[in-house]
Every structure is written in structure tokens, then in C-alpha cells.
């Protein structure tokens, strides 16, 4: 719980937060979304009005704090919200332009709220501020739930298992796997999943070996062959 006392620090640490002219010019921008700037060395330095309406959180207990301290759920496809936030920073000093997102955030009433975000890189001399731009997108993901229930309802039946002989992947193998199917490149994956093109490499190549397979196009065959992947 959040003492008076500490919210006056923190009020007083908020106005003393100066940011680049250029992520002032950004916050000061109209735009529906709620908007939020983490630092170079990873501190949320603004959080506006909507921001809190949306996650319950004010400013004063948040600005000047860590943004995986503020920020806890997991990112779409799996995966912990501080790796996804290290991963953009990665590729915002790597002059990369990091993807849209989709993130399934904790508030302060003990729910979880599936978000959009695009993340907006800005150089300083201290290295880029990322102003995030976050919308509520829960109805979109509770329609789609619920259109997949009908779907189900209406065929009589579930999908068909995966074939007994089907070799065990980890889900990051098989989100691996199914952004191959897609025809995504190495470097495509990379981006998707905020890895390195080492990481990716190494997915691809226990994926083979688990297959059986000596390449892509073979291993992709062999997966939908045995229902790991639907045609």
C-alpha cells in the first residue's frame, strides 16, 4: 500500500522528471490511446490520465519506478512482460523499429486485461525513450473466444489430436514452427518473437532433429503430416 508520505515524494519526483523536447512534442500529441514513456535505463517517466483509467495505477505510484515493477502479465504467444520490454529496448538501440504487440496485463483489481501496444522509439543522448501507446483490446479477444466456442458448437467436434507418434515440442518450438508454416524468414521470427537470430537458429535446428527432418520445407511437411499443424 502506497503511504501518503511516499506519494507526495513521488509527486515531487514527478515534477522534477524533465524528458527530450521531441517525447514532450509526442505526449503532448492528440491521440485516444493511453500513453505511457519508459527511459533508457528502463524507468517509467510518464504515465498519463488514461493509462490509469486502464490499469487502475496512478502516476505518482509509478513514474520514476522500473517498468517490469509497474507492468506484470505476459505477452501474447507466452512469455514474461520484462522480457518483452528488455527485447524492445534491444531493438530500439539496435535502430530497429520495434513491433506492435499484444499484452495480457495485470491491473489493480487482481484481473488480467488484454492491451495493444505500439511502442514509439525516440533518440537522446542517453540513449531511446519508448513511448508506448496502449489501447484496450479484452472485447476483441472475448469476441474471438467466443466465435471459436460457436465454431466448435456448430462442427460437433474438437480438432483432431496430434497423431500418437508426434515428437513433444516446447510452445516456443512450436510458435517457431508455425510462423515457418506462415513463411516467415529467420530474421522475420526474430522480430515476432523480440529473440535473437541465434536464439531462433537454435529453435529451428532442435525442430529438425526432433522431426527427423534435413530441412525447412521437410520438416513443415512431416509436422502437418502427423497434426502438429493444420493444412
Known amino acids: 500500500m502506497v503511504t501518503d508520505t511516499a506519494l507526495q515524494t513521488a509527486k515531487r519526483d514527478l515534477r522534477r522528471i ?6 514532450e512534442a509526442l505526449i503532448g500529441a492528440r491521440t485516444a490511446d493511453a500513453v ?11 504515465w498519463d490520465a488514461r493509462a ?22 505476459e505477452r ?18 539496435a535502430g530497429v523499429a520495434p513491433p506492435a504487440c499484444d499484452l ?17 522509439s525516440v533518440e537522446s543522448d542517453d540513449g531511446p525513450y519508448l513511448v508506448h501507446l496502449m489501447r484496450d483490446v479484452q472485447r476483441t479477444y472475448e469476441t474471438l473466444e467466443m466465435a471459436r466456442g460457436l465454431l466448435r ?17 516446447s ?24 529473440l535473437s537470430q541465434a536464439t531462433v537458429r537454435n529453435h529451428v535446428r532442435s525442430i529438425l532433429q526432433a522431426l527427423g527432418a ?14 502438429l499443424l493444420s493444412d
Not at 524533465?18 to 517525447?23: G, I, K, W, Y
Not at 510462423?179 to 522480430?191: R, T, W
Request: net charge positive; hydrophobic share 40%.
Open 18 to 23: 524533465r524528458l527530450p523536447a521531441a517525447v
Open 76 to 93: 501474447g504467444g507466452g512469455g514474461p512482460l520484462c522480457d518483452y520490454e528488455r527485447s524492445v529496448m534491444r531493438l530500439a538501440r
Open 104 to 120: 495480457h496485463v495485470s491491473t489493480r483489481w487482481g484481473q488480467r486485461r488484454w492491451v495493444n501496444v505500439s511502442v514509439l
Open 36 to 46: 505511457f514513456v519508459v527511459d533508457p535505463g528502463h524507468r517509467v517517466v510518464h
Open 153 to 169: 458448437v456448430s462442427a460437433g467436434r474438437e480438432r483432431a489430436p496430434a497423431h500418437r507418434d508426434a515428437p513433444e515440442l
Open 171 to 194: 510452445p516456443r518450438q512450436m510458435e517457431v514452427l508455425r510462423l515457418l508454416a506462415e513463411g516467415k524468414s529467420v530474421k522475420e521470427i526474430c522480430a515476432a518473437l523480440f
Open 214 to 227: 534435413h530441412s525447412q520445407l521437410e520438416a513443415l511437411a512431416k509436422a502437418r503430416k502427423i497434426g
Open 52 to 73: 490509469e483509467s486502464l490499469t487502475g495505477l496512478m502516476a505518482e505510484e509509478v513514474v520514476g519506478r522500473p517498468c517490469h515493477e509497474v507492468l506484470s502479465g
